[in-house]
Structure formats: structure tokens, C-alpha cells
């Protein structure tokens, strides 16, 4: 049997658990907002439109924050359109996604949803096309209380009460040539900058985030974060990382499980290049990450529709329970960096690369990479700690060397629980992970909640609940610990609770 230990120790913490760690994205894209979120007529709509299953399935996901409106859709978008009246607002060619936008959805009606969903908005400005004044003026709509030109217009719209959006994005992936209004990280610099120096002219205390590199395969990753910040860095609180993964672009499935690999390197290198500029300015203040896509997507199979079309199928992939481990693992890696990546949104909510699918008129269901989300999202509580495995470990084409057991541990001061969530790279074997709980003595499993099974395995319309977390044996003890299973390319949520054996008397 291969064995991997990771011994636990409370006192030993990365840093809190951020629970921002949680967020997602709802872009303009294909079904994403349109008969996803948002779909009057549909069964289960509320007075504004919104399908309450996928709310419901929101919330039960655990979602914290949601980036909206995009994405590469921002980039060509006047805010302007997606307020008043619907019957009087524009329809408009979305040239990112090749796609018409009846914007019979805006800020308000995304306001309202985050309300319903209990999520934090994160709200993305266009620095593609627009500029200093149209950031100002939707902060101004949104934020301000009362007694100006957009502030009344919004009362008028039906909001009284400000949004109070307090996390901002500074447009989206400026580095990529495909993005509409791309520019030179000299130019993005100077624009974020001087935007970031407008828009906390109205409001101090905003949190801002600069757009870093759209993937650490661009050419210009590294330089375009050092010569953004060299221009932003006193203005703005994040840089972003964006990051997708698919077993095709990795080549084999073991390269594919090792993903996380490059999540790390991305979040080194950033922070990396975040602290030179930090160091070489003899500035104090840290940058933090804000992770604000990632996901599993198969973007080579994205086929744009060339008519012209209002909500089109697109990205809709079906994720199998290999993809749903790497979720997981990716989500440990962003646990693990809880220092120092403090934001990160799933990429994105509903259909379009969507955790959560839904049909026009029909049904919505949990995809199979919904599960170690939402369990993450629950029970990663408190602080994150340092505990490494030690691991067994494999090659991969890819990335060399990778250990078969990714893992991190969360400890509630609160409640004393601790939490494991751990991935088992294995294709073919059981991993005996043994906990080492000296420091922790009185602690035993409560639960270990496990998905599992034939890496093909998805939930579709018609079999929903095929990859469906399963509740594994309770674990054995071992000496300094105790031992736990991990089956073969699986996802577990290891939980220990203080539970003195009978007799033990209390210190
Ligand atoms: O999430 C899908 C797209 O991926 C976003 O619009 C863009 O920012 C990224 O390239």
C-alpha cells in the first residue's frame, strides 16, 4: 500500500481562511447571464427574473463574491445600457463573444441577484473602450447616496439604498490581443493608475483590482505585472491571475491531475514579481493576488456561432470527476497561498464553463465540479495551516515530478474543528494517509466525505447525481494519529472534531 502522512499542528498558520477564496464569475457570455441566472418566463423566475433553482444551487455552493459582468465581454460594454427601463434599453453587438446583448440585465438586476444569493459583488469597469469617466460615473451610480445626476438615477431605477460595491476590477486582461481596447502594460499601467487615483477621489476606501496577466503563457507574463505596478502600485490593492486547465493542452491524465503545479508557480511568480516592484519603491505595502478566473475549460472546443445570436450555446462543457478533482486541487492551492491570495473567483457560475448548468425552460443541476466547491466552501473554516505531506511521488510529461497527495488542512480556533482536504493523483491505487495528531491529541475523524469513482463519470440533464460525494469509513488509528484511505483519483474532506476518548480527563 503507498503511504503519505501530513502531521497537524494549530499553532503552525499560513493565515486566515479568506472566505473571498470562494468567489465566482457571471460574465455576458453565451447562457451564463441569459437562461442562466436570468430567465423571465422561466418556471421558477422571480418578479425580477431570476431562476430561484439556480439561486438555490448558488447558495448551496457556498459562493462568497461573484466578478460580473466580464470578462472579455467588459472590454467593449457601456454600463449605461444595462440601467432604466428594459423596454428602452439598447440592443448591441457584443463583439467578444460574437453575440447580441438585449441588456435586459445590468447592474441593478445583478445587484438584486447577489442580494437574493447572499454573495458579495465584485464589479469589473470597461478600461477596453472607456476610460477615467465612465469608471467614476458607475461608481457614482452605484455608491453614492443621493442628491447627484447618477445617484437620483439610480433611486429612479427602483434602488434607493446605494450598492456599497466595495471590490472593483480595472478591466479585464488588457494584455491579450484579443481582448477589444488591448493595450501595452505601459498604457493599462497609466490608465489603471489614474483611473484607481479618480474613482478614490469619490470613495477612499474602494478595493481595487489591476489586471495582471490574462495566463502565465503569454509572452509578456512577469513584465506586464512589474511594469503595471511600477505605475499602480500605490493606487491599487490586487493584481489579478488568471488560469484554465484542460487534460487535452496537459496531454494525459496524470499531467492533467498535477495541474495544481502551475496554479503554484503562477501565484510564486506574481507575488514574486509584486514584492520586486514593492522592494525596489522601499514600500511596505503588499499587493495582494486576486485570483479572479480559474477553472477546468476546454477552450480549444469553443466555437463561436458566426451569425449573430442572443445567448448562444458556448464553452458549455461537461466537467467528469477528473476535472472536478483538479477543481479541488486548484481550490487547495489557493487555500495553501491564503497569505498572499486573498480573492479568487471560479470561472464561471452557470453553463458557460459553468460549476452549475441549467437548460432554457428546463432543469438546473450541480456539475460534478461542484462538489469539492461546495465542501470547501463549507468547511474550510478559521485559519489555513502549515502542513505539508509527505508524499509518495510520480512523474508527469508536463510538470516532472508531482506528489500523489495534494492536500491542506484548515483549523476553527472557534470550534476547534480542523478540516483536510486532500486529492489522490493515483489512477490506479489507494494512498494510506496517515494524520499525524500529536498536537492535537483529542481529536478523532468525524467524517471523511469522499468522491470517487471512473474518472469519465459526469452529471448530465438526464443522470444528475452520478458523481455524488459518498460518505467513506470511519479511520483507523495509527501510531501519533490516525490513517485514512484515499481511493484512486479522488477528492476528500477529512473532518476532526476534539472528542476526548472515555476516561481522558480534560486539562
Ligand atoms: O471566462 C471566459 C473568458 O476567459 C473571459 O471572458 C476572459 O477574461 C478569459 O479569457
Known amino acids: 500500500m503507498l503511504k503519505a502522512s501530513l502531521a497537524l499542528d494549530p499553532q503552525l498558520v499560513v493565515a486566515d481562511v479568506r472566505r473571498r477564496t470562494f468567489g465566482s464569475f457571471v460574465e455576458h457570455m453565451g447562457r451564463c447571464v441569459y437562461t442562466g441566472i436570468f430567465e423571465p418566463g422561466h418556471a421558477t423566475a422571480d418578479e425580477v427574473g431570476h431562476r430561484s433553482d439556480v439561486l438555490e444551487l448558488t447558495r448551496e455552493l457556498g459562493v462568497t463574491m461573484v466578478r460580473y459582468p466580464g470578462g472579455n465581454f467588459v472590454s467593449g460594454y457601456r454600463w449605461e445600457d444595462g440601467v432604466g427601463p428594459v423596454e428602452q434599453r439598447p440592443t448591441r453587438l457584443d463583439a467578444a463573444w460574437h ?55 439610480r433611486a429612479a431605477h427602483g434602488h434607493r439604498a446605494p ?50 496577466s490574462s495566463g502565465s503563457g503569454m509572452p509578456t507574463f512577469g513584465a506586464w505585472e512589474a511594469t503595471v505596478l511600477e505605475e499602480a502600485y500605490d493606487q491599487v490593492d490586487f493584481i489579478s491571475a488568471h488560469a484554465y486547465y484542460n487534460e487535452s493542452t496537459a496531454g494525459d491524465l496524470g499531467s492533467f491531475l498535477a495541474s495544481a503545479l502551475d496554479m503554484e508557480a503562477v501565484i510564486a511568480n506574481v507575488v514574486a514579481t509584486a514584492d520586486h516592484i514593492g522592494a525596489k519603491r522601499g514600500d511596505r505595502k503588499r499587493i495582494n493576488l486576486s485570483f479572479d478566473e480559474w477553472n477546468v475549460w476546454y477552450q480549444d472546443d469553443l466555437e463561436v456561432p458566426t451569425e449573430w445570436l442572443r445567448a448562444p ?28 491570495v486573498t480573492a479568487a473567483c471560479q470561472a464561471q457560475l452557470v ?46 510529461a508536463q510538470y516532472g515530478p508531482a506528489s500523489l497527495v495534494h492536500a491542506v488542512a484548515t483549523h476553527d480556533p472557534e470550534s476547534d474543528d480542523v478540516t483536510i482536504f486532500a486529492v489522490n493523483r493515483h489512477q490506479q491505487d489507494d494512498v494510506a494517509l496517515s494524520i499525524g495528531t500529536r498536537a492535537l491529541p483529542e481529536h478523532r475523524v468525524v467524517e471523511q466525505l469522499v468522491l470517487d469513482g471512473d474518472p469519465r463519470a459526469c452529471n448530465t440533464q438526464e443522470q444528475t447525481e452520478r458523481v455524488f460525494p459518498r460518505r467513506a469509513d470511519a479511520a483507523e488509528p495509527a501510531p501519533g494519529g490516525l490513517e485514512v484511505a484515499l481511493s ?3 477528492w476528500n474532506v477529512i473532518r476532526l472534531r476534539r472528542d476526548p476518548a472515555p476516561g481522558t480527563a480534560r486539562g
Open 351 to 396: 453553463n458557460s464553463l459553468g460549476i452549475l448548468r441549467s437548460e432554457p425552460g428546463g432543469p438546473a443541476w450541480r456539475q460534478a465540479s461542484f462538489h469539492p466547491f461546495a465542501q470547501a466552501s463549507r468547511f474550510a473554516r478559521g485559519r489555513v495551516l502549515q502542513a505539508e505531506p509527505v508524499s509518495p511521488v510520480y512523474d508527469t
Open 163 to 212: 450598492f456599497d460595491i466595495k471590490l472593483w476590477c480595472l478591466g479585464n486582461e488588457m494584455d491579450g490581443p484579443w481582448q477589444t481596447g488591448h493595450k501595452t502594460a505601459y498604457e493599462y499601467g497609466r490608465l489603471a493608475a489614474e483611473t484607481a487615483r479618480a474613482m478614490r477621489q469619490i470613495q477612499p476606501d474602494l478595493e481595487l483590482v489591476a489586471c495582471g
Open 488 to 490: 484512486p483519483v479522488s
Open 99 to 153: 453575440s447580441l446583448e438585449t441588456n435586459a440585465h445590468g447592474i441593478g438586476e445583478f445587484v438584486d441577484w447577489a442580494r437574493k444569493a447572499g454573495v458579495e459583488v465584485n464589479y469589473a469597469v470597461n478600461l477596453g473602450t472607456r476610460g477615467v469617466q465612465e469608471a467614476v460615473d458607475v461608481l457614482e451610480y452605484a455608491n453614492h447616496p443621493s442628491g447627484t445626476y447618477w445617484s437620483d438615477l
Open 313 to 340: 450555446r458556448l464553452a458549455e462543457d461537461v466537467h467528469n470527476l477528473a476535472d472536478a478533482v483538479v477543481v479541488g486541487s486548484l481550490l487547495i492551492t489557493l487555500l495553501r497561498n491564503s497569505d498572499r
